[in-house]
């Protein structure tokens, strides 16, 4: 399918084609008939991509603190490839669009394929032919109602919702500030209110429309003399402030019109210094006005599909999508006064071009993509990339999964271990597979897990998606007779790894789990430290592993399955892998900290080994991020280890110590890939035999268990 990218990195725009999204649970496959170009959001968008790099630097100043964080914490090579990775990042422009379903997603039953809808949100309505989107950032078309005019629909919420904030009453005189789309939307949504309107714009034309459109009064020059005469001298009731400004003179000018406690709603992209004397003086009420309305960043709602009771939330982003569809059904917004131009979708470089030099006067720009009564079809999932022959003598491998994780730290380890050809990448969205994919000379590009897993020429299937895929996605390519790698967690529940476990058993395959960390060259010195001991170990492990916002879907018990499924698992197998046999007893307490923290989040744990020896894990987002994640001390037959942070490791014995450096933080990814592709080309054992891997797992699930009830688990076979 054909889709509108952007560097992030250069600034760059194209139209590519690259595999469509996969449907998912939850949501739907919409064929684009219509997108609407949002000049002020997505100008500010393009013109960031376009600066070099320190003017993105100065820009963005939050994300120069992660660089910076991350190289103290994992070294300058790991904080470089991270930062790489995410200029390499393109971006999906668009957010506002209309079209037909296609495919219908499972626990979806409120739409049906051949559905005329609007959809919303970036990521979600994206200049594209084919866009993902999830069952709440959806609205069907009322009928009558025009493709043209839906792909208004979510702009046309942003306005209404900025009312909403307002919360105008009958007559109450409002002022607009900023008539672009938005401006001239509201105005509309104002006078369907029943309110007296004011508008301003310094484009004479666009106050001239907004008149048109159903203003009484719109100025171009000399706000406050348009304000006094219309509100009689008495003041603004509401200032609606949809401006676009890197000043805060539309802050200025809204409190210098407004009445005695009066209310300013910020709804455009404008600077924050607010005025505090005139404010002050006035008592002026301030309110900012987020997106579509309730839901919007909530990945329960946007993502998840869960809809905030009416009977407490009786606007969400959602279901103002649909008030917006409905008064266009109802002719109280006019829309073809708005649309100044049209483009085809191949075409959308000139659309782009139009609006970024200001060469011709511009409001609303459509993207055409065909009509809207063809056929509804989902499309073919996959692009080929290369058609370069097979190389018979490496390692076929497909990947499945192309996130943060992936693409910054496992696809690095595994080009630089060797020794594969790379043959097909999914991601769920497709353009992340079509980018990795030509990086990485991959010859496929697909949204489809399936398409990777019966490619006869794949004989290893990474799998790196969310963890409730890891345990079906390795079932499915083990009974295709595949090898495969997953990362961590293996599973979620006992059953799931028993599953996988009778999967194996009757595949000519195997499986491997990314517990990297055991291949660390620091973890091989406190190996070699303790080799040959005849007595039990005592350790400890510290993870200062940091905080994670609730909403993060880690936190999510069907998707993520928390951070002791996600991340403790880990050091549960190093500790393992130190004592040389498996967990047989695990006892873990717990507490909340406050309300921003999980149950999981921080714990400690306590471990029993078939050899006798113990450990103890303190796993904690409680800690200050300054200081170093992890802190291993293992002791034994008078001999002392102590491994910081993957960076340094001391050896103590007979009162000597030795200190061993490493030049960057070293967690072991390049040396697990060399291992496990070595193991696959001759056909061996894993290097992390599937009981270890197994015994790790339940383990990890052991210790959610003691968490939940309190007391001790033993662990059989």
């Not at 829309?335 to 659309?351: N, S």
């Not at 880990?570 to 040389?580: E, I, K, T, W």
Request: aromatic share 6%.
């Amino acid at each position: 399918m054909r889709q509108l990218i952007q560097s992030y990195r250069t600034g760059e725009m194209r139209v590519e084609e690259v595999p469509p999204p996969a449907v998912r649970p939850g949501g739907v496959l919409v064929r684009t008939v219509r997108s609407l170009v949002s000049a002020g959001t997505e100008k500010m968008i393009v013109d960031l991509a376009r600066k070099s790099l320190i003017a993105k630097a100065r820009a963005r100043p939050d994300l120069v603190r992660k660089v910076i964080k991350t190289a103290r914490k994992q070294g300058v090579m790991t904080a470089f490839r991270k930062m790489q990775s995410k200029l390499d990042t393109p971006i999906p422009l668009g957010y506002s669009s209309a079209g037909v379903v296609v495919e219908v997603g499972e626990n979806v039953h409120e739409f049906q394929v051949g559905d005329r809808v609007a959809c919303a949100g970036a990521g979600y309505a994206n200049h594209a032919d084919y866009n993902y989107v999830p069952r709440n950032l959806l609205a069907r078309l009322p009928d009558g109602v025009a493709m043209d005019a839906a792909a208004f629909a979510t702009v046309g919420a942003i306005a209404l919702q900025g009312v909403r904030q307002a919360a105008p009453t009958l007559g109450e005189r409002v002022a607009v500030l900023g008539l672009g789309l938005i401006g001239q939307l509201t105005v509309q949504l104002l006078r369907a209110n029943g309110c007296q309107v004011l508008g301003f714009d310094p484009n004479p034309a666009r106050a001239a429309l907004a008149e048109r459109l159903g203003a009484q009064l719109a100025a171009s020059d000399d706000l406050e003399r348009a304000a006094e005469r219309f509100a009689r001298g008495q003041g603004i009731d509401a200032v609606i402030v949809a401006a676009s400004s890197a000043s805060a003179g539309p802050l200025e000018q809204a409190g210098e019109i407004a009445r005695m406690r009066g209310r300013i709603v910020v709804v455009g992209l404008v600077g924050m210094e607010v005025p505090r004397s005139l404010y002050y003086r006035k008592e002026l009420e301030l309110r900012m006005s987020m997106s579509y309305g309730p839901g919007r960043h909530d990945p329960d709602f946007e993502e998840r599909g869960f809809d905030y009771p009416i009977a407490h939330v009786r606007w969400t982003e959602q279901r103002n999508l649909e008030a917006v569809l409905d008064l266009i059904a109802d002719g109280r917004l006019q829309l073809a006064p708005l649309v100044t131009h049209r483009f085809a979708i191949g075409d959308a470089l000139a659309a782009y071009g139009l609006i970024s030099s200001g060469s011709e006067p511009y409001l609303g720009v459509l993207l055409e993509y065909g009509a809207d009564d063809e056929a509804p079809k989902a499309p073919a999932p996959e692009v080929r990339l290369s058609a370069a022959p097979r190389a018979r003598d490496r390692v076929g491998i497909g990947v499945v999964g192309a996130g943060g994780f992936g693409q910054s730290v496992l696809l690095p380890a595994l080009k630089a271990a060797g020794g594969f050809d790379p043959i097909s990448i999914a991601s769920a969205g497709g353009t992340t597979a079509q980018r990795i994919g030509q990086a990485y000379g991959f010859r496929q590009a697909t949204s489809s897990a399936e398409e990777v897993i019966a490619n006869p020429d794949v004989d290893v299937v990474f799998i790196l998606t969310r963890h409730h895929l890891h345990a079906p996605l390795a079932i499915r390519a083990l009974e295709a007779g595949k090898w495969v790698f997953s990362e961590k967690p293996l599973a979620l529940s006992h059953e799931d790894l028993d599953a996988v476990a009778r999967a194996r058993e009757a595949s000519r395959g195997d499986v491997m789990v990314g517990f990297n960390r055991r291949f660390a060259p620091l973890v091989g010195e406190i190996e070699r430290h303790f080799a040959g001991r005849s007595h039990p170990l005592v350790m400890q492990y510290r993870v200062n592993a940091g905080f994670i916002p609730p909403e993060h879907w880690v936190h999510d018990p069907v998707e993520g399955g928390g951070r002791i499924l996600g991340e403790a698992c880990h050091f549960v197998d190093l500790l393992q892998h130190l004592a040389g046999a498996p967990p047989e007893r695990v006892a873990a307490e717990g507490i909340a900290g406050d309300s921003r923290y999980r149950g999981d989040d921080n714990v400690a744990v306590t471990l029993r080994f078939a050899d006798g020896s113990v450990a103890t894990l303190i796993y904690t987002a409680l800690g200050d991020d300054r200081m170093p994640k992890e802190r291993l001390e293992v002791y034994g037959e008078g001999s002392v280890a102590v491994l910081d942070d993957f960076r340094s490791v001391e050896l103590a014995r007979g009162g000597r110590v030795r200190r061993v450096r490493a030049a960057n933080q070293d967690k072991g990814f390049e040396e697990e890939m060399r291992r496990f592709l070595a193991a696959v080309r001759s056909g061996g054992e894993m290097p992390i035999p599937f009981s270890q891997s197994l015994a790790s797992s339940r383990a990890t699930l052991a210790v959610l268990e003691s968490l939940r009830s309190g007391a001790p688990r033993a662990l059989v076979g």
